[in-house]
């Protein structure tokens, strides 16, 4: 019989996410309580426990994945990593029949052969819980438990990995269309413009509408992860009761009998197809009309609202001209509706050239690791009243 160990009461959480977004994930973090949360290279962490983990999990939307920080130290041999890593009451958080997966990543240090240094922290963790469970093999038959080791600057971070597929894994979106971008940067997009549930929105380039989607599910505060699991569900030392428990609580916050007015529009008829029955996955199929619209011919019906998208680069699929037609187009189409605010995702230098008008801010972005700039036009504002 193996000795039980207990899992921590407390620990420090680690929420990645990617790089230009961190102000967007710290007010999130800040709405579910958990105070100002410092961000260091795409990394927020706060010290929090197993309600926090499933809470974060839940209801996070821009996000990447969400970490228990388990030790830091630095190394810069095989020996230093591996004593460093065998430190770590292993048994306190894996069961002596989980599978262990190690993966990591290294910048800037001397450790930098990456399989070689996921042998040893792999080696490292079985013989501290051989040690711990008095045994001499594992089988691995039970649970997933992700290890990840950063190494950056010779300093080493070993996290344990709760969330499994990042978060933009939201569920709802089965099948693949051209250039889609991330549920997470679609959210961070979202976040940092001007919508809120009562003011129109429209995608005049919504492709498989992960945009109007995540506005639909912004406006009727459905959390980002309601509809997947996570890896710390299947720990039995971690217990059902906290994915529980913030299941009915973000549950309990949905405002599915709002009124809104999302719109999102393609060229293409296949891809609207697509965005429909996405809508319906993920449980808005009733909150967003889509329609088929060449951008050359989109005029907003409604007096003022808020345009968040995602437009052809012209790089890949689409030629750089068919690209600048568009961004020429949507000058167009917005010139008599300076009520109306835009704010567009481009790699393209030439953006503010081609819509005709300089914007009134810009951010770098990442869009799939391809620098951009987001561009902010600000249109008359409403009155945000919760
Ligand atoms: C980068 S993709 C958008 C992907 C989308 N954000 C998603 O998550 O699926 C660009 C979209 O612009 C559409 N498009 C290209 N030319 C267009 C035009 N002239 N008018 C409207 N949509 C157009 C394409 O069909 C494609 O779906």
């Known amino acids: 019989m193996y000795k039980k160990y207990d899992f921590p009461d407390k620990f420090d959480i680690v929420v990645t996410c990617a790089s230009g977004v961190e102000k967007v994930v710290k007010s999130e973090l800040k709405r579910l309580d958990y ?39 630095p190394a810069t041999t095989f020996d230093e990593l591996f004593a460093g890593v065998l430190d770590v009451s292993w048994a306190s958080y894996l069961p002596a029949d989980a599978k262990i997966l190690v993966n990591g990543k290294s910048v800037k240090s001397k450790l930098f052969a990456l399989s070689a240094c996921q042998s040893i ?83 005049p380039f919504c492709g498989s ?20 699991k996570f890896d710390f569900c299947e720990w039995e030392n971690f217990g059902q009761d906290a994915y529980n428990l913030a299941f009915t609580e973000a549950k309990d916050n949905e405002k599915r009998d709002r009124k809104v007015e999302i719109f999102g529009t393609d060229i293409d008829a296949k891809a609207i197809k697509l965005a429909k029955r996405h809508a319906i996955q993920a449980g808005v199929g009733d909150k967003i009309k889509f329609s088929v619209c060449d951008v050359k011919n989109f005029r907003p019906t409604l007096p003022c609202g ?30 008599d509706s300076i009520d109306w605010s835009l704010f567009l995702i481009t790699p393209a230098k ?37």
């Open 209 to 228: 509408g992960t945009i109007p989607i995540e506005a639909a599910r912004i406006a009727l505060n459905i959390a980002g992860g309601i509809g997947r």
């Open 121 to 203: 922290v792999k080696k490292a963790i079985i013989e501290k819980m051989g040690a711990q469970y008095r045994v001499n093999g594992f089988y691995e038959q039970g649970s997933t438990y992700q290890i990840e080791f950063w190494i950056f600057k010779d300093q080493v971070t070993l996290l344990l990995n709760t969330s499994g597929a990042g978060l933009h894994k939201r569920g709802y979106r089965d099948l693949v269309w051209i250039a889609p971008i991330k549920e997470t940067l679609a959210s961070s997009l979202l976040l940092l413009s001007d919508f809120y549930w009562q003011r129109p929105f429209h995608d």
């Open 350 to 386: 030439n953006f503010e050239k081609l819509y005709g008008k300089r914007a009134d801010r810009e951010r770098k972005l990442y869009n799939s690791n391809k620098e951009c700039k987001y561009y902010y036009y600000y249109g008359k504002k409403g009155d945000k009243n919760d």
């Open 35 to 73: 105070g100002e949360v410092p961000a260091v290279n795409g990394a927020l962490t706060f010290l929090g426990d197993k309600n926090a983990v499933a809470r974060c999990n839940i209801n996070l939307r821009t996000g990447d994945r969400v970490y228990i920080k388990l030790a830091e130290f």
């Open 306 to 335: 808020t345009i968040v998208t995602n437009p052809p680069y012209g790089e890949r699929v689409y030629d750089r001209e068919e690209a600048e037609a568009c961004y020429k187009n949507l000058g167009k189409a917005l010139k």
